[in-house]
């Protein structure tokens, strides 16, 4: 069973079918396009918490999810190997109280694990 340094909020990992078609990160937030049209968002106004899930026993080619939660329970898990991940990325370490070392520590391990790197004021 993996270990979940702290609540991990419920986001469903993506089926093998559910590739991204199209990641877009600007001053809104993140919106995710998947292949078979659904989307995922959530605005940086409604971010709640931020999670690197590592998962190197992956059925998908992908073994790193940056988590995106909103407070209403939704969000978007983007591959770190996306093309828009990078920009992602540097706007998440501008957040106020984001843990780079808790960051690079999630992006450099092999354990199967998920790592909360940063989480809203006042969020539990």
């Known amino acids: ?3 979940v340094t702290e609540k991990e909020p419920s986001l469903s990992q993506d089926p ?3 590739q991204s078609r199209a990641v877009t990160v600007d001053d809104t937030g993140v919106r995710r396009q998947l ?3 659904s989307k995922e968002a959530v605005s940086w106004d409604e971010l709640s ?5 590592v998962m190197p026993d992956s059925p998908w080619d992908e073994d790193v999810f940056l988590m995106l939660a909103g407070n ?5 898990a983007v591959p770190s190997s996306d093309p828009a991940a990078d920009a ?3 706007r ?9 070392e808790r960051f690079i520590e999630a992006m450099t391990t092999e354990a199967d ?10 969020e539990a």
């Open 72 to 76: 209403d329970g939704t969000g978007t």
């Open 49 to 53: 918490a931020v999670i690197i899930r």
């Open 35 to 37: 292949a078979d049209g």
């Open 16 to 18: 093998p079918t559910a």
């Open 1 to 3: 069973m993996p270990a």
């Open 113 to 122: 694990e998920a790592y909360v790197v940063w989480k809203a004021e006042g």
């Open 88 to 90: 992602l990325i540097e």
């Open 92 to 100: 998440l370490q501008t957040l106020p109280g984001f843990d780079n």
